[in-house]
């Protein structure tokens, strides 16, 4: 009796490998974008929990955040969108944005992303 081999072609192993090298790519778009997500948020929060921030104007806050995003090197939001309240003596900053990432030719995706104290 004749055994039949088991395994993977050579057709097989270039389709997975393309597949695999594509979402890739398009991983090593993404990660970025969540990185600068990570950072506004710890900036946000690190100032809101500062207690030199506690009585400040909200020029002094949004001062401040732009220095720290200008250290981080964070180009998708400015100091100019930031909401700043306080709710029951508490400092609040929040920001919404969006983030266009060109994939292919003209198809793109977009993220929304949120930033809160809170």
């Known amino acids: 009796m004749r055994k039949r081999q088991s395994g993977i072609s050579l057709f097989g192993l270039i389709s997975v490998s393309l597949v695999l090298v594509v979402v890739t790519i398009y991983a090593l778009r993404l ?9 506004i948020t710890k900036v946000v ?6 207690p030199e921030f506690a ?13 720290q995003v200008t250290i981080d090197s964070v180009k998708v939001i400015s100091a100019s969108d930031l909401e700043i309240t306080r ?11 969006a983030v266009k990432i060109p994939m292919v030719s003209n198809i793109s995706l977009v993220i929304d992303f949120e930033a809160t104290s809170r």
């Open 87 to 97: 709710e029951a003596g508490q400092l609040v900053i929040q920001t919404k944005y």
């Open 31 to 39: 990660v970025p974008v969540y990185i600068e997500q990570y950072t």
């Open 55 to 67: 009585n400040a104007s909200a020029a002094d806050v949004r001062a401040a955040f732009s220095r």
């Open 45 to 50: 929060r690190q100032i809101a929990n500062n």
